[in-house]
């Protein structure tokens, strides 16, 4: 085998994120009296959006993320026809990230894939994410006996595509070859990112999706099984 260290993301790559977010969100919703429905859920996921990408661009910080969120979204709210609710937006978001820490669902296949690989090689998770949110997932979940060791953006005060994660990672395992060492993860500016400045292999897990072109990954996979398959040859 040509690697003996993956690096893996979580979110859209191994664990369903979008179902639970929808999940806590739907339950934030609620708590705080607000309807739900497509129209608002399109619009939290729009303005989150905004927010992580600034994130990614070193705009924001990740404490000021979890709140403006929703201080964000929450303006908007009237141009949906819907009154902003008396909550305010750090307990709307303390709500949120209570919820979301109960998610951990796992897309299909992954724990094949971890099961797998996590055979011929340690598995790292990296991960852009709220600490709390991460720990209280990834403890809880079927998947985290697979990984050697789990690194959130938050606690290590770097963000992908940082290459700062990536790097420490590979100093927890011990492995200072970088043609030994390779990321998977679904984001092309923030996994692959990452993977192109720590000058590491990348495998861009597209679940099902056309390959992109030009996006700097070493190798594009559709499904996780193709990824394994990679991986293991």
Excluded at 29 to 44: F, K, Q, R, S
Aim: include cysteine.
């Amino acid at each position: 085998m040509r690697y003996t260290l993956l690096l893996a993301d979580a979110d859209g790559t191994l664990f369903d994120f979008h179902a639970g977010e929808k999940v806590a969100l739907a339950a934030t919703l609620t708590a705080c009296g607000l309807p739900v429905n497509d129209e608002i859920t399109a619009l939290y996921s729009r303005v989150n959006m905004s927010h992580w990408k600034k994130l990614e661009r070193g705009e924001t910080t990740q404490e000021r993320l979890r709140v403006e969120r929703f201080s964000d979204f929450m303006l908007e709210l009237p141009t949906l026809g819907v009154e902003a609710p008396p909550t305010d937006p750090v307990t709307m978001s303390a709500c949120f990230v209570r919820e979301l820490g109960k998610q951990h669902i796992p897309l299909p296949g992954a724990k094949a894939f971890l099961s797998a690989v996590a055979e011929k090689m340690p598995v790292y998770m990296v991960t852009n994410g709220i600490a709390v949110v991460q720990r209280n997932r990834f403890e809880n979940s079927e998947l985290r006996p697979y990984f050697a060791d789990l690194l959130i953006s938050e606690e290590l005060g770097h963000f992908k595509p940082d290459p700062f994660m990536v790097l420490e990672a590979m100093r927890r395992a011990g492995e200072r070859d970088k043609a030994r060492v390779v990321m998977l993860g679904d984001s092309i500016t923030a996994d692959i990112g990452a993977a192109v400045n720590a000058g590491v292999d990348s495998i861009l897990f597209t679940n099902g999706a056309p390959a992109p072109e030009n996006c700097l990954a070493t190798y594009t996979v559709p499904t996780l099984s193709g990824a394994a398959e990679l991986l293991l040859s």
